[in-house]
């Protein structure tokens, strides 16, 4: 870097144009070893990430923001929340918040760069910066918590007080030395509602999670079959899973005042009978479209199996005999499993 920008005016026009950009928290970390790191390589090699094959073989760039930018000196850690309501379709299935609006990669990206590139125009010097949200490797929720936008609670996820655990997460990496902030203390005190709430007691302990107990994995991230001894667990869960999240004190307040979003997400039936068509406008430009179409129908196949869901008989039969694995054996094993259906 040439140049060098005052540090302070560079720190004051980069937070202005982040809120300018729509981010609500706003911290930096300096741009070192991920703190904490010793701890993630902990859980991956117990085999907490399950089937993420990506977390392992990402480790050492997920150490150093160096090796995503050369020279990187200051992780600036930036904080977006989403929305509260729960997304609960008209037959009772659930989808995790989060996923209710505009894929928030491509969102939260658009705004990190925008912001950047303001401050660029603004901050006089030579520097560089790369925007990073959550698929490029980088210990977001580590970094994040030591620039003070939270703490990591026991469910594992960065909440802070305004926003609870609510919130999505961007960093923009850059070489300029800008000040950094200071981590705030831990807030859940002797709570253990979310591990106490946990379905499937996927929790090692207070902020550890594993993966292979975690319906949120076996829903999003795992591709082909569910194992049968997973299957009745998915529940209602058709898409993601926020009861961890729910039951935070934290949470709660927001959960109240939150609106129930518009439209409503799909049943079950409207899930396993969506053509490809439908699925593109429905879901093309959203989060849910990381399960894709045929593992969002496995899904709905396995809780219309644990939840009994008669009405899914039809479709389940068609399903039962399509080519993919992951849904023609969901269905399968729904099937003897549903209640009668009234006419």
């Not at 609006?101 to 969102?107: A, E, L, M």
């Not at 300029?176 to 499937?200: H, I, K």
């Not at 479709?315 to 993919?324: F, K, N």
Request: with cysteine; net charge positive.
């Amino acid at each position: 870097m040439s140049g060098t920008p005052d540090r302070l005016f560079a720190l004051r026009v980069l937070r202005e144009e982040c809120e300018r950009a729509g981010f609500t928290g706003f911290g930096v970390a300096r741009a070192g070893p991920a703190p904490g790191f010793e701890r993630f390589r902990r859980w991956i090699a117990a085999g907490h990430h399950a089937g993420m094959r990506y977390l392992q073989d990402t480790l050492p760039v997920r150490e150093s923001p160096q090796a995503l930018l050369t020279g990187a000196r200051s992780v600036i850690c930036l904080s977006a929340p989403y929305g509260a309501a729960p997304r609960v379709a008209a037959d009772g299935s659930r989808f995790a918040r989060y996923a209710q609006d505009q894929d928030y990669h491509g969102t939260l990206r658009g705004q990190a760069v925008r912001a950047a590139e303001r401050s660029r125009e603004r901050v006089p010097g030579t520097w560089s910066y790369r925007v990073c949200v959550d698929s490029t490797p980088v210990a977001e929720r580590a970094f994040a918590a030591a620039a003070g936008l939270g703490w990591i609670g026991k469910n594992g996820c960065l909440m802070n007080a305004r926003d609870g655990s609510y919130v999505l997460l961007a960093e923009i990496l850059t070489d300029l030395d800008l000040p950094p902030d200071q981590p705030v203390a831990e807030q859940c005190g002797s709570c253990t509602r979310c591990l106490d709430a946990c379905p499937t007691d996927a929790f090692v302990e207070p902020g550890v999670l594993d993966a292979n107990r975690c319906l949120a994995y076996w829903t999003i991230e795992h591709r082909g079959p569910i194992p049968d001894s997973w299957k009745r667990a998915v529940g209602e869960h058709v898409f993601g899973c926020d009861l961890c999240q729910e039951v935070c004190p934290w949470n709660v307040p927001l959960q109240a005042l939150a609106r129930a979003p518009s439209p409503a997400p799909p049943t079950r039936l409207e899930v396993l009978t969506m053509g490809k068509g439908q699925w593109r406008r429905r879901f093309g430009k959203t989060a849910v479209n990381r399960a894709a179409r045929r593992g969002l129908q496995r899904n709905a196949a396995a809780s219309a199996g644990a939840c009994g869901d008669g009405a899914c008989r039809s479709a389940l039969e068609t399903a039962a005999a399509v080519p993919d694995s992951g849904l023609s054996d969901a269905a399968r094993w729904a099937l003897p499993r549903l209640r009668p259906h009234p006419l």
